[in-house]
Nanobody, 112 residues
Framework: QVQLVESGGGLVQPGGSLRLSCAASRSIYTMGWYRQAPGKQRELAATITNGGNTNYADSVKGRFTISRDNAKNTVYLQMNSLKPEDTAVYYC?????????WGQGTQVTVSS
């Protein structure tokens, strides 16, 4: 089972930026981030394959950028122009067929 270690969450004011990181214990085909706000279902934020193909939720396009360092088995999520509605627990996601794994989650709070 792959191990995922997340970092980078915290409290930021609206309009601010945060960068999330997630390191995997081995090479993974697809890595990414999902998020879950209080009282809501977990939803996609962004994913990236080891070939660099990306997928973003419409709500974060133009504000979030996902990237990865395959040599380090690490995925990053640069979040700019943050809004209060981005407040959620962000979960790292890793998928190599047929197995998926989740990180423990990191809290992102956008508030003044």
């Amino acid at each position: 089972q792959v191990q995922l270690v997340e970092s980078g969450g915290g409290l930021v004011q609206p309009g601010g930026s945060l960068r999330l990181s997630c390191a995997a214990s081995r090479s993974i085909y697809t890595m990414g981030w999902y998020r879950q706000a209080p009282g809501k279902q977990r939803e996609l934020a962004a994913t990236i394959t080891n070939g660099g193909n990306t997928n973003y939720a419409d709500s974060v396009k133009g504000r979030f950028t996902i990237s990865r360092d395959n040599a380090k088995n690490t995925v990053y999520l640069q979040m700019n122009s943050l809004k209060p509605e981005d407040t959620a627990v962000y979960y790292c996601y890793a998928f190599t067929y047929p197995n998926a794994a989740w990180g423990q989650g990191t809290q992102v709070t956008v508030s003044s």
